[in-house]
Nanobody
């Protein structure tokens, strides 16, 4: 049974950085493509970043490109999201997601691509 558990969120000041982590439990992590999404109150869940099965491809939302880096450690069954220069508009619950197989630029940003979801970690950016 697959389980995803996010961590690393919290209260930070504008301009600071955070590194979120998502630990995968179960089998098949190395064959999974992974994504990070976020959802602010009253908003739809939106794509932030994705990384393909072999980590050979990464995908980023236009709104956050240049401020985020997604990476994975298959030995630790963990996917990371580094967010720099945080802004109050980045405040949201951040979710990781996983799907078996290879993702692409066309599929990585779609919520319905992913089979498994974590419960999320809250990020609040405020002075």
């Amino acid at each position: 049974q697959v389980r995803l558990v996010e961590s690393g969120g919290g209260l930070v000041q504008p301009g600071e950085s955070l590194r979120l982590a998502c630990v995968f439990s179960g089998h098949g992590f190395s064959a999974m493509s992974l994504g990070w999404f976020r959802q602010a109150p009253g908003n739809e869940r939106e794509f932030v970043a994705g990384i393909s099965w072999l980590a050979s491809s990464t995908f980023y939302s236009d709104s956050m490109k240049g401020r985020v880096i997604i990476s994975r450690d298959n030995a630790k069954k963990t996917v990371y999201l580094q967010i720099d220069a945080l802004k109050p508009d980045d405040s949201a619950v951040y979710y990781c997601a996983a799907v078996p197989g290879l993702s692409s630029a066309q599929t990585a940003g779609r919520k319905d691509t992913y089979t498994y979801w974590g419960q999320g970690t809250q990020v609040t950016v405020s002075s």
